[in-house]
């Protein structure tokens, strides 16, 4: 389908020439819940809105898409692929994206709450204010992930490597570090007393001398 408004009837229709895909296509608003839309492209399309919740996306591609408050809550977004999309502010609660690759993309506000990521890859993604407690980031390599002012609370960043990153800001109670690599991690707006988090965790001079500030200490 080509530059269309897609309807839940249109994607209820089945695919005469192979695998489903979407290009150039508004989808605002649309209710598609519970749909089988297995291994189904989105090319630049507008999903403003829209609501996949309990659909089945198992290999979907999301290429280019803007879809600011989108609705995948209990979606199975199992090896899914996210590049270079806005899902700002949208709801993945509850969602299966194990293997899933989000690349390049605003997931700004977005909330993840008890949503499976096992094995799910980031790479340059905008998590800001984003809801991710309780998730497990063990032993993963993020590269310029953005989570300032994320709800990071009891995740799991043991012998995780941080590469221009941000936790400015994060909410981090119970979360764990031990063997974190944290050196390519702004820590801006960490506190002092909350530096025990990091224990066991690798941290730059400058790092170190910014937190000892706090007690007036100098590093040189």
Sequence with gaps: MNQAVVTRADLLEPCSD????LVDCVLDEGDFSGLDLTETTFERCSLRRARFDGA????AR???CRGPEASFIQAELAEAAMTGCDFSNGLLRRARLTSARIQGTKLVGADFTDAGLLGTTFQEVLLSFAKLPGMSFRKAKLQRIDFSDADLRKCDFRLTQFEDCSLRGASLDGSRFEQADLRGADLGGIELRDARLFRGAVI???QAAELLSQLGLEVR
């Design 18 to 21: 192979g695998l489903r895909t």
């Design 56 to 59: 089945d996306l198992t290999g």
């Design 62 to 64: 999301f290429l280019r």
């Design 204 to 206: 730059s001079r400058l």
